[in-house]
């Protein structure tokens, strides 16, 4: 058992040092009168920074000391927004707003206090937010001269996405409450001004009957109000009508993602009954302007997010198979593409492994993802099965520069959207239902069934490796299926009940809906918690954990791996005493990856 680390790098071409350093990332793209700006996260230091391009440059607008990074419900977003001279953001260290010109100023305060604040929207000289004190949210209005606060709206549990109507007359937002997630059933809420200013009693627009999600209203510039909804099995535009909600011509695929963090923007629309969107098709993104046609903007790129535009350009991070993500600016009428920002590709194109669509049978359906060959030639590599967090997310057919550190050392990687990932409409969605630990598990094991029956890999040497509830899933099947060889937790959950005593407010009826109640239902808990049948892992585990995780907290970790050790199983733990969950800082997610590699090869040895 290892407690500690040596972050030394090695001499190597792709090292683990280089991977992590392709990890730069960008998110929050706006555009306005002074220019386009983003959020750009850099793994050296884990911070984040907000950029602007003006004059044919980009320049960091943030100064030292600073932080963009909005921590509401935790996995925050929206942390940014334009202000008529510059930008308000939410700084990390404290949580408050601070406002800032474009003149290099200092930073100023503009709130204080315990509260914390995510998806900001500028309008009418105020700032708009989701407000959070320890388990109460509201939405509220912050001057931007004073910051006075007012109150918009409170009553329910969670709130997202305040919208603004151009001629300020409505205002728009998300709702949803207990025990729902925003990907299960939310209402979309509009609320009139009256003539003193203040809003009406909001009215539900859609979401009060049967289960649907809302996400991401927008206004045209017509004043009509729009949103995403899955009530037809996929997140799709719909736009408001005397009828409630009707449908926009549109793909019969989802055109959002489950949205863990705040200020999401994967669509927007326009004019004429069009609108610029971004869609998945067999999980790769496409990108294009619709309406009575389709105008594609896609080109080389499989990924789209945060997009922005206007009369010339389309602006969003994308990313390619070969590129990692980037800010993008696609001329509308040309359609040619200017990387603005990032876009590195860490290595030449023909040593990158490119994502092949996964499609296979697994239980009683079948399950999705992306397979990457090694690149080292051997006709039946080794397999690294990778499991996504959440578990309500999704992988995407991007440059992941850990997938490519796999692949230069002779791995097969097949990076998976089990059952229940988002991306594949409702039904797939829910069908983690009561089912954690099971059906994803089964997807995990199917795939080297799959995979080793094509002749692809050496079904033999299959590893499984997952972060947070990835690494539920990893230990669940280590635990009750001889499939692999060994496997890595990081920060990862192995007893669920401790998690849901310890969990926040935004997930505190999570796990009753992916397993079920924890005192009606403790035999199914029992029967799925890792922790209690670590007696039945008989491969090694490698186990990596924050000791700032206020998620899955570290005690979690130490019991596994005292459980496991004392069975006689070979096990490796390293914890970073500067790290929450998820790993942020460049040295330690390079440590990580190399001793997992490490690991690995010698339990091939």
Request: charged share 20%.
């Amino acid at each position: 058992m290892n407690e500690t680390h040596d972050s030394s790098p090695k001499a190597d071409p792709f090292s683990a040092a280089k991977a992590v350093a392709a990890g730069v990332d960008f998110a929050e793209v706006q555009v306005g009168p002074h220019g386009l700006f983003w959020n750009e996260y850099r793994p050296e230091d884990g911070a984040c920074r907000i950029w602007h391009w003006g004059g044919g440059q980009a320049h960091c607008l943030t100064p030292a000391g600073f932080s963009v990074r909005s921590r509401v419900y935790e996995y925050g977003g929206g942390a940014f927004c334009l202000t008529d001279d510059g930008v308000v953001f939410v700084n990390e260290a404290d949580q408050q707003l601070y406002r800032q010109s474009l003149k290099g100023d200092t930073p100023e305060v503009l709130t204080s206090g315990e509260c914390r604040y995510g998806d900001l929207q500028f309008a009418q000289g105020q700032v708009l937010a989701v407000e959070e004190h320890r388990d109460r949210h509201r939405l509220v209005a912050i001057d931007l001269l004073d910051g006075t606060c007012h109150l918009l709206a409170e009553g329910a549990d969670f709130y997202a996405a305040p919208t603004l109507s151009p001629d300020a007359r409505r205002l728009a937002w998300i709702e949803w409450s207990r025990p729902h997630q925003p990907w299960t059933a939310t209402r979309l809420m509009v609320a009139e001004r009256q003539g003193d200013g203040r809003f009406a009693q909001a009215r539900c627009v859609a979401g009060e009957g049967d289960e649907e999600s809302l996400q991401q209203p927008r206004f045209d510039n017509r004043n009509r109000l729009f949103c995403l909804t899955d009530r037809e099995g996929y997140w799709q535009p719909w736009v408001e009508s005397s009828n409630g909600l009707s449908p926009l011509p549109s793909a019969t695929t989802d055109h959002g993602p489950a949205p863990w963090q705040l200020g999401g923007c994967t669509w927007l629309p326009l004019s004429d009954e069009t609108w610029l969107g971004s869609w998945t098709v067999d999980g790769f993104g496409r990108l294009g302007i619709c309406g009575s046609t389709t105008e594609d903007f896609t080109g080389d790129y499989s990924r789209f997010r945060s997009l922005a535009l206007d009369e010339q350009f389309i602006y969003c991070v994308a990313a390619s198979p070969v590129s990692s993500s980037a800010v993008i600016a696609i001329d509308r009428n040309t359609r040619q593409v200017k990387v603005l920002a990032g876009g590195m590709a860490p290595l030449p194109a023909d040593r990158i492994s490119l994502p092949q669509t996964l499609r296979y049978p697994s239980g009683s359906g079948e399950a999705h993802g992306f397979f990457y060959p090694a690149m080292t030639g051997e006709a039946k590599p080794p397999l690294v099965v990778f499991i996504h967090g959440g578990p309500t997310s999704a992988c995407y057919p991007m440059l992941d520069p850990r997938i490519q550190y796999w692949a230069q050392r002779g791995f097969a990687v097949a990076d998976l959207n089990y059952r229940g990932s988002s991306g594949y409409g409702r039904a797939y969605r829910q069908a983690l239902h009561l089912s954690w630990g099971e059906v994803d598990v089964e997807d995990a094991c199917a795939v080297v069934a799959h995979l080793a029956g094509r002749g692809l890999i050496d079904g033999d040497k299959a590893f499984i490796r997952g972060g947070s509830a990835g690494g539920y899933t990893t230990l669940c099947a280590l635990a009750f299926h001889k499939i692999f060889r060994a496997g890595a937790s990081l920060y990862g959950v192995s007893d669920p009940v401790a998690l849901g005593k310890a969990t926040h407010k935004f997930e505190g009826d999570y796990l009753d809906w992916l397993i079920g109640d924890p005192q009606q239902d403790a035999e199914r808990y029992a029967a799925r918690t890792p922790l209690l049948h670590a007696s039945q892992i008989s491969v090694p585990v490698i186990f990596f954990q924050g000791e700032l995780d206020a998620v899955v907290v570290p005690q979690q970790t130490r019991d596994m791996v005292e459980a496991l050790h004392e069975n006689g199983i070979l096990v490796e733990a390293h914890y970073y005493a500067d790290e929450r969950h998820g790993f942020r800082k460049a040295d330690n997610q390079a440590h990580a990856l190399e001793q997992e590699w490490l690991f690995y090869r010698r339990v091939m040895e």
